[in-house]
């Protein structure tokens, strides 16, 4: 199924259209569940997953294949979707070619299971992944529009990501204020591109946020070894939530 049918019968819904072409991002997990969505709240969920879960199946096809597909560009008539591989899931990126905007919104990850979260948490690096990603494309100085765009999508779902899993986790999860530092540190590749100089110290500030990620996810295995099959408000003891 095109994106583009897919948002001519988002009126079908019963809830409020997007006029014109939506922009933002979406992350999805290889299971095609929606982990964070810079899109305008206004589009249905089962929208977000038939278009993340095309993606999926694109890249899948691919590997079926032995293709070396790991990006999809494809250009519509007033909009450009560009979908980036991630170790199974997917990040989307949909950008108008016009003038149409939407508001950006993050719906909330409401009394996750443990499953969920593990697999919101590996999507969450995956995205970090990208951040550095685009620190290499800034070192090389070929620097576009369109990178531009993505990369501040890719700092919006970090930054929303952050307040989920802050919220979530109550001690032994992410320092926000390191986040925050590196984030914020870069207000765009433009601004990198011309103080290379600052890249590497961002990268090692990258690496230590990364290895804090990967270990955060490694006890929430752990946990989930131990407690297969049982409830979701057990796995919460690990960080010191009293429930």
Aim: proline share 5%.
């Amino acid at each position: 199924m095109g994106f583009l049918k897919l948002f001519s019968r988002m009126s079908d819904t019963g809830r409020p259209g997007v006029e014109g072409p939506p922009t933002g991002s979406l992350a999805i997990s290889r299971a095609g569940c929606i982990v964070a969505s810079t899109l305008s709240s206004d589009l249905p969920t089962e929208t977000l997953v038939k278009i993340g879960r095309t993606a999926l199946h694109a890249f899948a096809a691919a590997r079926r294949i032995k293709a070396p597909l790991n990006r999809i560009v494809t250009r519509y008539e007033g909009m450009t979707m560009v979908a980036v591989e991630l170790r199974g899931g997917a990040l989307v990126f949909l950008n108008p070619t016009g003038n149409a905007r939407c508001a950006i919104h993050l719906p909330p990850m409401s009394n996750p299971n443990l499953d969920d979260f593990i697999l919101y948490v590996e999507t969450y690096i995956e995205c970090w992944k990208q951040f550095n990603h685009y620190l290499n494309v800034a070192r090389q100085g070929e620097v576009t529009p369109e990178d531009e765009t993505q990369f501040l999508e890719v700092k919006s779902l970090i930054t929303q990501g952050l307040e989920v899993i802050a919220a979530t986790v109550e001690r032994g999860g992410l320092k926000k204020d390191e986040v925050t530092a590196i984030v914020s540190a870069v207000p765009s590749l433009r601004y990198l591109k011309e103080n290379e100089r600052a890249i590497a110290g961002l990268e090692g500030q990258w690496h230590k946020v990364y290895v804090s990620m990967q270990s955060l996810l490694g006890r929430l295995k752990v946990q989930q070894q131990k407690e297969d099959g049982a409830s979701s408000s057990l796995w919460g003891s690990l960080f010191g939530r009293e429930r």
